[in-house]
């Protein structure tokens, strides 16, 4: 199981401009003939498809709350006016958008994405501001969840689903159907990421970048080492 943006891909400016690199997907594919292999992303599901572009694997995209096992397509349910929150959020940041340039919304429609990499450092504590504001007055909808990543602030409607749940659930999953039990391996570089370092913590954890709160088990400087992690995994 993997995490997309700096673990399988260097973070690029953009979301859009990240890329899956010709040798790991190649790796990727090898790995997937002899492991049920899982990519477990924020991006939209329908993104993270195209960007790793395999067929024969598992995909979960928005941090677990969709994804696509085979042909079928799931997805966690959504609470009680999860679209009217999502969309006040949205309107109300449009409202401000212009006061920060070099910010990026993306709308994921189970979730909404303010990515600043790209911001002015000055200007982040009052887009920080900002963006409480902005909760405050869309609470006539309900309380979003707040999930902080790299350069990124995401607003969801409130889920005790996240990257930790799903791992649990796919591993059942896969055991189930597969008639065997198994160790998982996880790699990822994010806070979210740190979901499934709990709820994995007895099986295989790897943190991709140092971090010293960290509850993974072990540890890879970059995502040149996870290319190298995966060919030693395939040599075994």
Not at 21 to 35: A, D
Not at 66 to 89: D, M, T
Not at 158 to 183: C, D, R, V
């Amino acid at each position: 199981m993997l995490d997309f943006d700096g673990t399988l891909a260097p973070l690029a400016i953009t979301p859009a401009k990240a890329a899956l690199p010709r040798s790991v997907r190649m790796k990727l594919l090898e790995c997937s003939k002899y492991f049920s292999v899982v990519v477990i992303s924020g991006r939209s599901l329908s993104d993270i498809k195209r960007k790793v572009g395999l067929k024969n694997i598992i995909y979960a995209g928005n941090h677990g709350l969709e994804w696509q096992i085979g042909k079928r397509k799931n997805r966690v349910s959504e609470p009680s006016g999860a679209k009217k929150l999502l969309n006040a959020a949205k309107r109300s940041f449009k409202k401000i958008e212009k006061n920060y340039p070099g910010v990026l919304l993306e709308d994921k429609h189970l979730s909404l994405a303010i990515h600043f990499r790209n911001l002015d450092p000055i200007l982040v504590p009052g887009l920080k501001r900002d963006i409480n504001t902005i909760i405050k007055m869309i609470n006539i909808f309900g309380t979003p969840q707040i999930l902080l990543s790299k350069k990124v602030i995401e607003l969801r409607p409130k889920s005790n689903w996240n990257k930790g749940k799903f791992a649990l659930f796919i591993q059942e999953y896969l055991q189930n159907k597969l008639g065997i039990k198994f160790t998982p391996i996880y790699l990822g570089d994010d806070t979210t990421d740190e979901d499934v370092f709990s709820a994995l913590r007895q099986k295989i954890t790897i943190r991709v970048g140092q971090s010293k709160i960290s509850q993974a088990k072990y540890y890879l400087k970059n995502v040149r080492q996870v290319e190298k992690f995966l060919d030693w995994l395939l040599k075994k």
